[in-house]
């Protein structure tokens, strides 16, 4: 089921691999992974038996963060286009901060030219959104593009480390992300949602910027009747 939001090709290959993987696995002593829920995930895939060892590795130091850049962006967002990484969801709750009158600056690193490309750009003039998509950046504009930035939005459904969440820890920008295990497995975010939700993340996205939206009323039996009645 996981699966099922990827083109065909890639279904395609992804099952092989898992297949393979199965093949192969009386041969293999352990398994090393770099996260806990990774590990987790292994074994409900294998057995609880599997030997599996966590130890998260980076392959390059962290640059130093640039204190005296400007601040353009009110939120990054740092991925592919992979159907994962869950864009729609996020320009999704873009779209209904905007219908509420609010309209943060979101930057985007998918890569020029995809389907999902396209789709931002005709939700961005539709609802007239701050978002802008940067397109694929090396590791040094990706740095650069972090110290732009007041934080880190991120709202991935699966990761097997998180990459730009350690990257952007490191920088001290403060992080909303999904509530989900591979994010606390390595950063403690400032405020989580439901990434399911455009609603769930629109609203984490209010608190950080201090706008939240006020609780629904509730009311009693004779208000409801008059508005069925109308």
Same mark, same amino acid.
């Given at each position: 089921?996981?699966?099922?939001?990827?083109?065909?090709?890639?279904?395609?290959?992804?099952w092989g691999e898992r297949l393979m993987l199965r093949a192969f696995t009386t041969r293999i002593d352990k398994f090393v992974v770099q996260t806990p829920s990774m590990a987790e995930q292994v074994r409900g895939f294998l057995g609880e038996q599997t030997p599996v060892v966590v130890c998260p590795f980076v392959?390059?130091?962290?640059d130093q963060a640039d204190v005296s850049a400007e601040?353009?962006?009110?939120?990054?967002?740092?991925?592919?286009?992979?159907?994962?990484? !869950?864009?729609?969801?996020?320009?999704?709750?873009?779209?209904?901060?905007?219908?509420?009158?609010?309209?943060?600056?979101?930057?985007?690193?998918?890569?020029?030219?995809?389907?999902?490309?396209?789709?931002?750009?005709?939700?961005?003039?539709k609802w007239d959104l701050n978002v802008f998509n940067l397109g694929q950046l090396s590791s040094s504009e990706v740095?650069?593009?972090?110290?732009?930035?007041?934080?880190?939005?991120?709202?991935?459904?699966?990761?097997?480390?998180?990459?730009?969440?350690?990257?952007? !820890?490191?920088?001290?920008?403060?992080?909303?992300?999904?509530e989900l295990d591979y994010v606390r497995d390595i950063v403690e975010p400032?405020?989580?949602?439901?990434?399911?939700?455009?609603?769930?993340i629109a609203r984490a996205v209010r608190r950080h910027l201090e706008s939240d939206e006020p609780a629904q009323l509730i009311h009693g039996p004779e208000v409801f009747l008059r508005e069925v009645m109308q």
């Amino acid at each position: 089921d996981s699966l099922k939001s990827y083109p065909i090709k890639t279904r395609v290959r992804l099952w092989g691999e898992r297949l393979m993987l199965r093949a192969f696995t009386t041969r293999i002593d352990k398994f090393v992974v770099q996260t806990p829920s990774m590990a987790e995930q292994v074994r409900g895939f294998l057995g609880e038996q599997t030997p599996v060892v966590v130890c998260p590795f980076v392959l390059a130091e962290v640059d130093q963060a640039d204190v005296s850049a400007e601040k353009i962006y009110d939120f990054v967002y740092v991925a592919s286009a992979e159907p994962h990484k !869950n864009h729609q969801k996020l320009i999704a709750a873009w779209c209904l901060l905007a219908e509420q009158g609010l309209r943060p600056s979101l930057a985007l690193t998918v890569p020029f030219d995809t389907a999902l490309s396209f789709q931002i750009e005709e939700l961005k003039r539709k609802w007239d959104l701050n978002v802008f998509n940067l397109g694929q950046l090396s590791s040094s504009e990706v740095c650069a593009l972090y110290d732009q930035s007041s934080a880190l939005i991120y709202p991935s459904t699966t990761e097997s480390l998180g990459l730009p969440l350690i990257e952007a !820890n490191a920088r001290q920008l403060p992080i909303i992300a999904a509530e989900l295990d591979y994010v606390r497995d390595i950063v403690e975010p400032v405020q989580t949602f439901d990434p399911s939700s455009r609603t769930s993340i629109a609203r984490a996205v209010r608190r950080h910027l201090e706008s939240d939206e006020p609780a629904q009323l509730i009311h009693g039996p004779e208000v409801f009747l008059r508005e069925v009645m109308q």
